[in-house]
T-cell receptor
Framework: AQSVTQLDSQVPVFEEAPVELRCNYS??????LFWYVQYPNQGLQLLLK??????LVKGINGFEAEFNKSQTSFHLRKPSVHISYTAEYFC??????????FGQGTELSVKP | ETGVTQTPRHLVMGMTNKKSLKCEQH?????MYWYKQSAKKPLELMFV???????ENNSVPSRFSPECPNSSHLFLHLHTLQPEDSALYLC??????????????FGNGTRLTVT
């Protein structure tokens, strides 16, 4: 069965520090990979997606993620974060079987 | 106006009440979804509609009853709920159910509390 694991439930960082949110998936077939962000009291918004091609994908607000097939990972990175990036981040995987599976989320807390 | 609008934003209901959640999308999408978001748990897909036809029902109790009268509107009718049904209910839409690469567009959710 396919699954998505977000390795950290909470990530506290100081403003302007770099951040990496980790995501691993299990799938024996080709997948599409997504990162969504949920700000307080809002729904989820698409941050970036990997469908094919270059393994480094860029999204909104300068976020980027790298698809690593051998490691089955899709970690999200940002070189420098702002307090406004405090939110919950969800990794999601869609496979050819037609299922979109979300991880449990990582709460990013940016402190001044 | 936002792409996907959900009403109400907050709802408190007793276990014997009947209420409905409403979702409307202005994006011209063909697929609509209901998700349940509980604390510390992954999003749970409840129902999927594609071109107004229900294509997925993930073992959701019958006290939740979806309705999709047209491709722009989706309802979730609630009756005799349990306290464990308290959660954030999110509506989403996508361009096409078949093409999995099409991202989901979410509403801001309805925060439901069952007393």
């Amino acid at each position: 069965a396919q699954s998505v694991t977000q390795l950290d439930s909470q990530v506290p960082v100081f403003e302007e520090a770099p951040v990496e949110l980790r995501c691993n998936y299990s799938s024996s077939v080709s997948v599409y990979l997504f990162w969504y962000v949920q700000y307080p009291n809002q729904g989820l918004q698409l941050l970036l997606k990997y469908l094919s091609g270059s393994t480094l994908v860029k999204g909104i607000n300068g976020f980027e993620a790298e698809f690593n097939k051998s490691q089955t990972s899709f970690h999200l990175r940002k070189p420098s974060v702002h307090i406004s990036y405090t939110a919950e981040y969800f990794c999601a995987v869609y496979n050819q079987g037609g299922k979109l599976i979300f991880g449990q989320g990582t709460e990013l807390s940016v402190k001044p | 106006e936002t792409g996907v609008t959900q009403t109400p934003r907050h709802l408190v209901m007793g276990m014997t009440n009947k209420k409905s959640l409403k979702c409307e999308q202005h994006l011209g999408h063909n697929a609509m979804y209901w998700y349940k978001q509980s604390a510390k748990k992954p999003l749970e897909l409840m129902f999927v509609y594609s071109l107004e036809e229900r294509v997925e029902n993930n073992s959701v109790p019958s006290r939740f009853s979806p309705e999709c009268p047209n491709s722009s509107h989706l309802f979730l009718h609630l009756h005799t709920l349990q306290p464990e049904d308290s959660a954030l209910y999110l509506c989403a839409s996508s361009q096409d159910r078949i093409q999995g690469w099409a991202p989901l567009h979410f509403g801001n959710g309805t925060r439901l509390t069952v007393t």
